[in-house]
């Protein structure tokens, strides 16, 4: 899920690459000399039957431990995937599973494939009973609050399979795509798919690391005009480290529990630059947070460096996340070449 899906009133959300498994040769060099001539196809066959070759592990069963540590048995590859956040929904189409998607929340807005499904959640409720209908093999849900949990509870006492996904940092969006490959039976993709992630952001992260110095960054999350109430990533959350990845100096809430800031503290941190994290659902200009009622004290209303980006693809934690990073990066340091995407 990403802040966009937090502003409609949910909490925020967020695979290290996994071990790269590696196959045994059985080419091991003899002390004997080789014969002259190859071995007749009989005696080929003799010393195959000698030597089978290692059948592949199957991937099913499996049991793996989802986010909030709950471990989930799938019994077979699943055929029929219910998905309730955005970013398992791309996640999902990214591994080539979206076929198996049968059913969304009404936030799952890309790819374009994905939004002609039917819609079983909201960002506060699911109905139980139309994901039951679907008879699921595999439901894949939001934590932190994103999926009610009395929801998820009621699906599992129904014996539907629900992985729940919480990824705090990059770090565990990378973890959870590598998770939803081995729950899908895509390992492979997943894991082709984060190999390149890591290694774009990897480069983008590299290539803004020795500018100096470093602006002290606002990310503007959220606004309420009738409280004045300001909102900006929490501390050790998964927008920070984006921010920071990025090459700024990350202004945050002081609290890891709560998004809010006083104005009070905004102004003693006064940001020299503001990033407008702009979505379909909150899309204020640069002029519009200019005017608000005591922002003319900071250094960045004063300078004009107040800069929109696209929120949805820096904060939505999915395989978008690289070209969220790059964005960021590019409105952060305007002069600076980032390298080619790869």
Known sequence: MSLTDRRRGVALLVVLLAAIVGGCSSGGAS????????PSPSAAASEAAASPSPSPTPAFPVTITDDEGTSVELAAEPKKIVSLTPATTEILFQLGAGDRVVATDD???YPQQATALPHVATFSSVDVEKVVALEPDLVVAGGLGFTPAESITKLRDLKVPVVVIYAPSVEGVLKDIELLGTATGTSADAESLTTAMRADMDAVASA???????PRVFYDVGYDDTTGAI???ADDSFLAEMVTMAGGDVITTGDPNTYEIPIEKLIEKDPQL??????????PTPDAVAKRRGWDAFTAVRNGDIRPVNDIEITRPGPRLPVGLRTLASAIWPDV????AS
């Not at 070449?337 to 080619?340: G, M």
């Open 31 to 38: 002390s004997s000399p080789a014969p002259s001539v190859a």
């Open 107 to 109: 936030g799952s807005d």
């Open 208 to 214: 803004v690391a020795s500018q100096s110095p470093k």
């Open 231 to 233: 909102y900006a990533p």
């Open 274 to 283: 503001i990033i407008l994290g702009t979505n379909p659902f909150y899309s």
């Open 337 to 340: 070449t980032l390298p080619a």
